[in-house]
């Protein structure tokens, strides 16, 4: 089975800076790498599919990277929406797997 | 436009079953299948598995086969995921979410299964 970790698993940030997370995939996957945003009590929210492809809505500071086993989720300049947690998603026709998540917090 | 209503809280005793059911909305339902993944508290997403809209084909997580049976009725477009014999360790949020394989935009809004003496 293919394992997805992520890190780091806190990350703290200040309104402005430039946050990445990565995600690594025990083996290639290809671009087959999704990222989700959520809230605490909230459903996820789908940011970038394709690892690189922006979701319809989603603001222009999300921006995602990465092929193979390596993937990057950056955000440009943090805003007071974004502290969250986030978590990549592998998927392929049979299944999906998620990382631990990343935790975004205030400084 | 689309939407994925979830049926509510449940809870349960150790040993018993849930049936979860997510009534789809917005889009013809046999052309997306339903996925479900589940949240203990504090921890991540869990997948659990999918049903396929069109023809009721599954797949399931290896840790849940035997448990876990996802349904879907077409003339209802509602989703169903029942989970047996339940223990503490499946206590969690349960959310379905459109389609099966790709990334999905569209989730129900969670569904609370307590387990409990």
């Known amino acids: 089975d293919i394992q997805m970790t992520q890190s780091p698993a806190t990350l703290s940030g200040s309104v402005g800076d430039r946050v990445t997370i990565t995600c690594r995939a025990s083996?290639?996957?290809?671009?087959?790498l999704a990222w989700y945003q959520q809230k605490p009590g909230r459903a996820p929210k789908l940011l970038i599919f394709?690892?690189?492809n922006l979701e319809s809505g989603v603001p222009s500071r999300f921006s995602g990277s990465g092929s193979g086993t390596e993937f990057t989720l950056t955000i440009s300049s943090l805003q007071p929406d974004d502290f969250a947690t986030y978590y990549c998603?592998?998927?392929?026709?049979?299944?999906?797997?998620f990382g631990q998540g990343t935790k975004v917090e205030i400084k | 436009q689309v939407q994925l209503v979830q049926s509510g809280a449940e809870v349960k005793k150790p040993g018993a079953s849930v049936r979860v059911s997510c009534k789809t909305s917005?889009?013809?339902?046999?052309?997306?299948?339903i996925t479900w993944v589940r949240q203990a508290p504090g921890q991540g997403l869990e997948w659990m598995g999918w049903v396929s809209g069109n023809n009721g084909k599954t797949r399931y997580a290896d840790n849940l086969k035997g448990r876990v049976t996802m349904t879907m009725d077409p003339s209802t477009s509602t989703a169903y995921m029942e989970l047996r014999s339940l223990t503490s360790d499946d206590a969690a949020v349960y959310f379905c979410?459109?389609?099966?394989?790709?990334?999905?935009?569209?989730w129900g809004q969670g569904t609370l299964v307590t387990v409990s003496s």
């Open positions: 083996q290639s996957i290809s671009r087959g």
């Open positions: 998603q592998h998927y392929d026709s049979f299944s999906w797997t």
């Open positions: 917005g889009y013809t339902g046999t052309t997306y299948g």
């Open positions: 394709e690892a690189s």
């Open positions: 979410a459109r389609g099966q394989g790709i990334p999905s935009a569209f």
